[in-house]
């Protein structure tokens, strides 16, 4: 089955610089790539999601990039803001499946 | 309407109880499913119904029972839960099953066997 691995586990920065969150995937078969913010006690939110005929996305703040070749898919958020703290767990599915591959999550703490 | 409700938002029980947690949307989504998730670690899908039939079951205990009344509404029926059960409980819904879909979550149910 698919493997997804997703660094770092726990990630600080000064409110106003960036954050990037990068995960890895090993099934080829994969074609759809979310992104999921989940705040203290609240369900995961889908943020922003890409699919693997695409390369980059873009939505305000928040970007994702896609490299089908090395299997590698990356979350940036710019100008991060005391609000964007919360885990964020990436995703990967095959079009063969119904299930989600979840990464094992990050941390993200931006210092006001 | 896009939004995944659950009910109850918290849960304490025995393990001689039983209980049921319940899961709505009116997305018109046709696929559905429960995740359990532990602290700081990714939700583990626990069972998918599509088109409200039982499609996938991840090895789940029998303790926990799952039931899809209509397109609209998930149901996990719990009976002699063990205290490492305890965890949230998330319900999700999807326009299709698989990856030609976003899935929504719902804000979960906080679970805790004591």
């Known amino acids: 089955g698919e493997n997804v691995e997703q660094h770092p586990s726990t990630l600080s920065v000064q409110e106003g610089d960036s954050a990037v969150i990068k995960c890895t995937y090993s099934?080829?078969?994969?074609?759809?790539f979310p992104w999921y913010k989940q705040e203290l006690g609240k369900g995961p939110q889908l943020i922003i999601d890409?699919?693997?005929?695409?390369g980059e996305k873009k939505d305000q703040r928040i970007a994702v990039t896609l490299n089908k070749t090395a299997k590698h898919f990356s979350l940036h958020i710019t100008e991060t803001q005391p609000e964007d703290s919360a885990v964020y767990f990436c995703?990967?599915?095959?079009?063969?499946?119904?299930?989600?591959?979840f990464g094992t999550g990050t941390s993200l703490t931006v210092i006001p | 309407d896009t939004e995944v409700t659950q009910t109850p938002k918290h849960l304490v029980m025995g393990m001689t109880n039983k209980k049921s947690l319940k899961c709505e949307q009116h997305?018109?989504?046709?696929?559905m499913y429960w995740y359990k998730q532990k602290a700081k670690k990714p939700p583990e899908l626990m069972f998918v119904y599509s088109y409200e039939k039982l499609s996938i079951n991840e090895s789940v205990p029998s303790r926990f029972s799952p039931e899809c009344p209509n397109s609209s509404l998930l149901n996990l029926h719990l009976h002699a839960l063990q205290p490492e059960d305890s965890a949230l409980y998330l319900c999700?819904?999807?326009?299709?099953?698989?990856?030609?879909?976003?899935?929504?979550f719902g804000p979960g149910t906080r679970l805790t066997v004591l």
């Open positions: 997305m018109g989504h046709r696929a």
């Open positions: 890409i699919r693997s005929n695409v």
């Open positions: 995703a990967a599915i095959p079009y063969t499946g119904n299930q989600f591959y």
């Open positions: 999700a819904s999807s326009q299709v099953p698989g990856a030609r879909g976003e899935q929504f």
């Open positions: 099934d080829s078969a994969s074609n759809y």
